[in-house]
Nanobody, 125 residues
Framework: QMQLVESGGGLVQAGGSLRLSCAASGRTFTSYHMGWFRQAPGKEREFVATINWNGGLTYYADSVKGRFTISRDNAKNTVYLQMNSLKPEDTAVYYC??????????????????WGQGTQVTVSS
């Protein structure tokens, strides 16, 4: 498993932007497809976005499509989540995750075998 550390969360007004980063270590980063999940208070953790090992393929939850962009820099062992046009309903703890399965597109929690500790994103109205 990889060790993952998220950063970049914070408090932002509705309509604003944040960029989350997730630094990976401990395994070959390019062996892993990466994803972002989030968990709001009282709700289950949900899928946000995923990217394949070389960054050429991405997939988003409908709730963030057109507003969020996932990317990765394999030279820096880092995956990013650029979040624009933020809404109060985007408020959650955001988690970075990775998996090394044969098929890159995975949207369920159990498909991922490496997780970060999470970073809080709060969007005020």
């Amino acid at each position: 498993q990889m060790q993952l550390v998220e950063s970049g969360g914070g408090l932002v007004q509705a309509g604003g932007s944040l960029r989350l980063s997730c630094a990976a270590s401990g395994r070959t980063f390019t062996s892993y497809h990466m994803g972002w999940f989030r968990q709001a208070p009282g709700k289950e953790r949900e899928f946000v976005a995923t990217i394949n090992w070389n960054g050429g393929l991405t997939y988003y939850a409908d709730s963030v499509k057109g507003r969020f962009t996932i990317s990765r820099d394999n030279a820096k062992n880092t995956v990013y989540l650029q979040m624009n046009s933020l809404k109060p309903e985007d408020t959650a703890v955001y988690y970075c995750a990775g998996h090394n399965g044969p098929l890159w597109l995975r949207v369920t929690i159990n498909d991922y075998n490496s997780w970060g500790q999470g970073t809080q994103v709060t969007v005020s109205s």
